[in-house]
């Protein structure tokens, strides 16, 4: 299992359509190229569909997530430990304690430039959280939950003509 295992997150993403399913993929295409080295790791909730890459196969050590609302629909690019490190720009959203993100609309939208530069420090603030060599895993994509129970997305209400 690797960059080219999708079988999984593809079957997941099936009920956000086309459009919101090309936009993740090309995100998730982005971090692959740039971290190979590292290891999806897929969570199908309730509530979203999120999967997210680490040095090891543990949650808390990841250090970029992707994730897509059920009821909204919105499609996160975040840092798991996004307050632990800079955000220049403060183009960041969040203010809880670790999770920071940001909405991703469209491929063009995107601002991949400043995501790789925070990319680098949430790697690096994620190989620290590594206390144990031996947990470090390379290149590897793992189906860490699938929820039986899941929320419908939610229609959009038709407007009164």
Request: proline share 4%.
């Amino acid at each position: 299992m690797s960059k080219t295992d999708s079988q999984d997150l593809l079957q997941f993403l099936a009920p956000f359509g086309e459009e919101k399913t090309e936009v993740v993929m090309w995100l998730r295409e982005f971090v692959w190229d740039l971290y190979p080295q590292t290891n999806e790791l897929i969570y199908d909730n309730y509530n979203a569909v999120a999967f997210g890459w680490s040095p090891t196969d543990k949650i808390g050590h990841t250090f970029c997530s992707i994730a897509v609302g059920r009821s909204s629909g919105n499609v996160h690019f975040g840092f798991y430990w996004g307050s632990q490190i800079a955000d220049p720009e403060k183009m960041l959203l969040g203010n809880g304690n670790q999770y920071r993100y940001i909405l991703v609309k469209t491929i063009a939208d995107f601002p991949r430039a400043y995501m790789e530069q925070l990319l680098l420090d949430a790697y690096a603030n994620s190989l620290a959280k590594v206390k144990d060599p031996k947990q470090l895993m390379q290149g590897v994509t793992i189906t860490k939950s699938i929820s039986s129970v899941k929320r419908e997305k939610k229609a959009t209400p038709k407007k009164k003509k």
